[in-house]
């Protein structure tokens, strides 16, 4: 079955950077984009952007232009997102999420448990 | 950039009722716009795209509807396991983009 499995949570101090991972199973990685959505506690969801596995071409939400990377390894099946210069309301749980279509469709059917991410100093 | 509002804010009903929940754009997006489920402690989960395509696995007392800018999810008889909270989202082809709504808490009255 198709699985997204996110690393482990992380916490960073103000102005730090964190990478986190998503490995996926179950399908043929480089058929299908993921995306990134984060939750803050208590709150909405919230996209950070885009990746493709097929060529690595990335859209991120412009909140995030600058301060986001989103990378893959098809030899991994592996994708990762990196935030730099973190603050405080960053603190959310970071989802990966796959896309429902080759390509990129924007609607996300498999979706990682989430791993958070606690910026404090 | 398009917004999405989403009423009421919380909607308290009893198994066995029908709910209606409404989602708003700030500007028509067309029918490219999907709802999710998410349960306390887990991630969303999928259950209708382009206004009306239920995804796999999500029961028929699911529908949704509309277009343009107002759209609608019912559920035609609430079951124990339905009460959570309720994103609607919007996706945009180019530049690829998606923005939800701020949700719908569904709980039992």
């Known amino acids: 079955q198709v699985q997204l499995v996110e690393s482990g949570g992380e916490v960073k101090k103000p102005g730090a950077s964190v990478k986190v991972s998503c490995q996926a199973s179950g399908y043929t990685f480089t058929s299908y984009g993921v995306s990134w959505v984060r939750q803050a506690p208590g709150q909405g969801l919230e996209w950070m952007g885009w990746i493709s596995a097929y060529n690595g071409n990335t859209d991120y939400a412009q909140k995030f232009q600058g301060r986001v990377t989103m990378t893959r390894d098809t030899s991994t099946s592996t994708v990762y997102m990196e935030l730099r210069s973190l603050r405080s309301d960053d603190t959310a749980l970071y989802y990966c999420?796959?896309?429902?279509?080759?390509?990129?469709?924007?609607?996300?059917?498999?979706w990682g448990q989430g791993t958070l991410v606690t910026v404090s100093s | 950039e398009v917004l999405l509002t989403q009423s009421p804010g919380t909607l308290s009903l009893s198994p066995g009722d029908r709910a209606t929940l409404s989602c708003r754009a700030s500007?028509?997006?067309?029918?490219?716009l999907a709802w999710y489920q998410q349960k306390g402690g887990q991630a969303p989960r999928l259950l209708i795209y382009d206004t009306s395509t239920r995804a796999t696995g999500t029961p028929a007392r699911f529908s949704g509807s509309g277009s343009g800018t107002d759209f609608t999810l019912s559920i035609s008889s609430l079951e124990p396991e339905d009460f959570a909270v309720y994103y609607c989202q919007q996706r945009s082809s180019w530049p690829p983009g998606i923005t939800f709504g701020p949700g719908t808490r569904l709980e039992v009255k």
């Open positions: 999420a796959r896309d429902i279509s080759t390509g990129w469709l924007g609607y996300l059917d498999q």
């Open positions: 500007q028509s997006v067309g029918t490219s």
